[in-house]
């Protein structure tokens, strides 16, 4: 059965209810925090799939939050919520492990389009080809294991968000293919997805860290200037 778990952070009572309410009308279970500390006690004992963080906290902000649970647990979806809409708040937390991010104020239609664009990468292993024989894509030093979730290079396993892993699971299926951000944000994050493309260029510089001798010099993603990113 799949994870619909979702955390929801934030040090506002009315909007962790606003969240709550939503969330639960669609579906999904919820579980709160109202500060860092406790929704990284929350996050242990509860092991929601996704989690929702306000960046701006007493104690612990949402950024340690997002790096802490990323760290214990790459696989699961984290969104950063903040209620500025400065470059520098956005790229701070996608650089610590953010799949997305929502912006205050936000509606609801948007609340629960991130949830669900989230919820469909974190559980990527349900949309497995009826009659497929194999649940892994190899390519090179590289083996996508759908089933597990998990990514190796040379038999040595490379963490991934799920972000990171559908992004690299639909380049590899669309390998030699030069694509533009548009595209790529369109395959990962959905169709009816809208915000800047900054988060393509976060999520393939995190990716380069993680799978290329000289990040620098990248030999797997390439750029194309003008257009976008191709693997090679």
């Given at each position: 059965?799949?994870?619909?778990?979702?955390?929801?952070?934030?040090?506002?009572?009315?909007?962790?209810?606003?969240?709550?309410?939503?969330?639960?009308?669609?579906?999904?279970?919820?579980?709160?925090?109202?500060?860092?500390?406790?929704?990284?006690?929350?996050?242990?004992?509860?092991?929601?799939?996704?989690?929702?963080?306000?960046?701006?906290?007493?104690?612990?902000?949402?950024?340690?939050?997002?790096?802490?649970i990323r760290e214990k647990s790459p696989k699961t979806g984290i969104i950063m919520v903040s209620a500025k809409s400065q470059d520098i708040d956005k790229i701070l937390g996608l650089e610590r492990g953010a799949d997305d991010y929502i912006i205050k104020p936000f509606n609801p239609q948007e609340l629960i389009l991130r949830v669900r664009s989230l919820m469909r990468r974190v559980n990527l292993t349900n949309d497995k080809i009826e009659g497929e024989k194999t649940n892994s894509i190899n390519d090179g030093p590289f083996t996508l294991d759908l089933y597990a979730k998990t990514f190796y290079k040379n038999g040595q396993e490379i963490d991934l968000t799920p972000t990171e892993f559908a992004i690299l699971k639909n380049f590899i299926n669309s390998k030699g293919k030069a694509?533009?951000?548009?595209?790529?944000?369109?395959?990962?994050?959905?169709?009816?997805?809208?915000?800047?493309?900054?988060?393509?260029d976060v999520n393939i510089r995190r990716i380069r860290a993680k799978i290329e001798e000289d990040p620098a010099k990248p030999k797997y993603i390439e750029t194309v200037w003008g257009t976008g990113y191709r693997w090679n």
């Open positions: 059965m799949e994870n619909n778990k979702v955390l929801i952070l934030d040090d506002e009572n009315a909007i962790r209810q606003f969240m709550k309410i939503n969330l639960e009308y669609q579906g999904y279970k919820t579980c709160e925090a109202a500060s860092g500390e406790e929704a990284l006690k929350v996050f242990e004992e509860e092991n929601p799939a996704v989690a929702i963080l306000d960046v701006m906290l007493p104690g612990i902000n949402g950024f340690e939050v997002c790096q802490k694509m533009t951000r548009d595209e790529i944000m369109k395959q990962t994050w959905g169709e009816n997805y809208s915000n800047d493309t900054k988060i393509v």
